[in-house]
């Protein structure tokens, strides 16, 4: 019965997304107006995965054999895979160095705040401050005290991902039942101990939905950071095209980032669940 | 037959002593501390950084406290509004007008797709997508297909609030104990009867939990959508000040976005315990 619905939602699924191409399609068809001569406001697909993707040979550094435009080469499909890939490997890099750091920081800070009640009363308002602070309006910010260099443009991804892990660690913390903790504590368990064999295993199941939280915020903060100046990544491509009313580029972006988010979240949500096997079902949030 | 516990009805009104004990638990003194703490931080950072890296708080303080109700300096930048408080009055509008158009949507959207599955297959794998575009990619897109202006502000926001009150919406429904509807119907209650008296009692509490997530979200939204192009509101503020190097004021400015951020959360937070009194997650 269950599995019978799975598989017809899948295909529903499947006729929705087609069904949202196929309107996109017509819509183009209908819809002829040009942002500028010859970029028409909606691309239909024949044109997205032809010119479009050519013209993604611009972005193309040179190199591998396969000569820039900037050097007087024609676009090619080589140049514009090639460039596609290095700017996406720009920024899933910036995006991964940026969720390592920030998660990691994130998660000591908070296991040091919530050492005992009182340190986690002390630093209660000024993380709920920094939380409430919308995290893309402090790009310029970054900008100023970094630069738009590499450091920048990570530890910006990691300021943001490490005020969610920071605090969806304290806020597991707190809910750790205490019952635990005392039972621990009155078999002779050592503060080091308490943390590593009570604390860790038992805030990773709340820690799930932190963790899928601020792979969102990590994907929203490396496009931030490319967007104010960086000079590589797909941020930097849809800035690029923005400018010039390239909506067919941007539009082609954004297909990227879909597929790229799409897939994040999922082998992250499997991963987790792995990892979540032996947690209690009502514990995975 | 009532449900309300016998005590909850004699119980008497709170005390004034009550009332200053909530005070005080309100007005921790080690929270208190703790903002000190992070002032005093701020101060010593100051002392070995240049002010156009880290301004001092005082500085940023008396900043905002000046260009609040005046900042002539913003009408040379192009700013419509020559200070913060036109600006931070714009921001709110169009963030009151997309929570209240996205969350009608994402609510009624939500509730549906949680009592008719065919609904919900459809509209889950959009959602799912939607969620998860970065709003920078999108903002572009509703830029040039708008123009500039307040229509794709308030549009990105609704786009986004739409997303969250699904999921609060339809995780409300569906988490209800079929329970209760059952034995509504076994009463004889009518469709109509079973959403105002079951369905909207047990969903509106988690639901106004979610309006006020969405709400503290679309804040920084709107400032971003704002700063990516607009004439006025916060998010041109910024956009001005960083092209003017000035962390002073852009620490100012985030500083009154954060306050009339936390300000907005605290009357929500009140006025959801008032409206979902019955329930407990409220409490």
């Known amino acids: 019965m269950i599995t019978s619905h799975v598989h017809r939602d899948r295909w529903i699924s499947v006729a929705v997304f087609l069904t949202l191409a196929a309107i996109w399609q017509v819509l183009s068809m209908v819809y002829t107006a040009e942002a500028q001569p010859g970029e ?25 054999g396969v000569p820039a435009v900037a050097d007087g ?144 915020a990590g994907w929203s903060a490396v496009l931030g950071a490319e967007y104010l100046g960086a000079q590589s990544g797909l941020g930097y491509i849809i800035v690029y095209a923005q400018q010039f009313a390239y909506l067919d580029r941007m539009f082609f972006i954004a297909l990227l980032f879909i597929v790229y988010t799409s897939i994040s979240y999922w082998a992250i949500g499997r991963l987790s669940a792995r990892w979540l096997a032996w947690a209690p079902p009502s514990q995975r949030r | 037959m009532t449900l309300v516990a016998p005590d909850v009805l004699t119980r008497p009104s709170p005390s004034l ?27 010593v950072l100051t002392l070995g950084l240049p002010a156009i890296i880290l301004p001092t708080p005082r500085g940023v303080v008396e900043r905002l406290v000046a260009d609040f109700w005046s900042a002539p300096a913003l009408s040379y930048y192009g700013v419509e509004e020559a200070n913060l408080y036109g600006n931070l009055i714009y921001t709110a509008e169009n963030v009151a007008i997309a929570v209240v158009i996205g969350s009608v949507i ?20 959009v959602m799912m997508t939607a969620g998860t575009v970065p709003i920078l990619v999108a903002a572009p897109f509703l830029l040039i297909w708008f ?20 999921l ?35 969903t509106v509490p988690e639901i106004l939990g979610g309006l006020r997530i969405a709400l503290a979200g679309a804040w920084g ?63």
């Not at chain 2, 307040?150 to 997303?163: D, E, G, K, P, T």
Request: glycine letters at 8%; charged letters at 10%; proline letters at 4%.
């Open chain 1, 40 to 64: 028409p406001m909606i691309a239909g697909w024949q044109v997205l995965f032809t010119n479009t993707f050519l013209a993604m040979s611009d972005y193309w550094q040179g190199g591998f």
């Open chain 1, 73 to 216: 080469a024609a676009r090619s499909y080589p140049a514009a895979f090639l460039a596609v890939a290095s700017h996406s490997i720009d920024t899933i890099g910036r995006l991964a160095i940026g969720l390592a750091v920030g998660g990691a920081a994130g998660l000591l800070f908070g296991l040091a705040v919530s050492w005992s009640r009182w340190t986690r009363r002390l630093f209660d308002w000024p993380l709920q401050f920094l939380r409430t602070l919308p995290l893309l309006a402090m790009v310029p910010l970054f900008q100023l005290w970094f630069g738009t260099y590499f450091l920048g443009e990570v530890l910006f991804v990691a300021y943001g991902i490490g005020v969610i892990v920071f605090a969806g660690t304290v806020n597991a913390v707190r809910n750790v039942p205490q019952i635990y903790i005392d039972n621990a504590r009155s078999l002779g368990a050592s503060r080091w101990t308490l943390c590593r064999t009570i604390v860790l295993p038992a805030i990773f199941p709340a820690m799930r939905s932190t963790i899928l939280l601020s792979l969102g």
């Open chain 2, 17 to 43: 002593l009550s009332r200053a004990r909530i005070l005080l638990a309100i007005l921790d003194p080690l929270r208190l501390a703790g903002v000190v703490l992070f002032v005093l931080v701020w101060q």
């Open chain 2, 106 to 125: 994402g609510i009624l959207a939500g509730l549906l797709s949680a009592r008719f599955g065919i609904i919900r297959a459809i509209i889950d794998p």
């Open chain 2, 147 to 166: 123009g500039v202006g307040r229509a794709s502000a308030v549009c990105l926001v609704i786009f986004y609030v739409i997303v969250i009150l699904y």
């Open chain 2, 168 to 202: 609060f919406a339809q995780r409300a429904a569906t988490n209800l104990d079929p329970v209760y509807e059952e034995s509504a119907r076994t009463l004889g209650a009518t469709p109509a009867g079973i959403v105002r008296d079951i369905l909207i009692p047990a």
């Open chain 2, 221 to 283: 939204l709107e400032a971003i959508a704002e700063l990516l192009g607009s004439q006025s509101g916060v998010g041109k503020v910024l956009e001005v000040l960083a092209g003017a190097t000035d962390p002073q004021g852009i620490m100012a400015t985030l500083l009154m976005l954060g306050l009339a951020a936390i300000v907005v959360d605290a009357v929500a937070a009140f006025a959801v315990a008032r409206t979902a009194k019955w329930s407990a997650a409220s409490r």
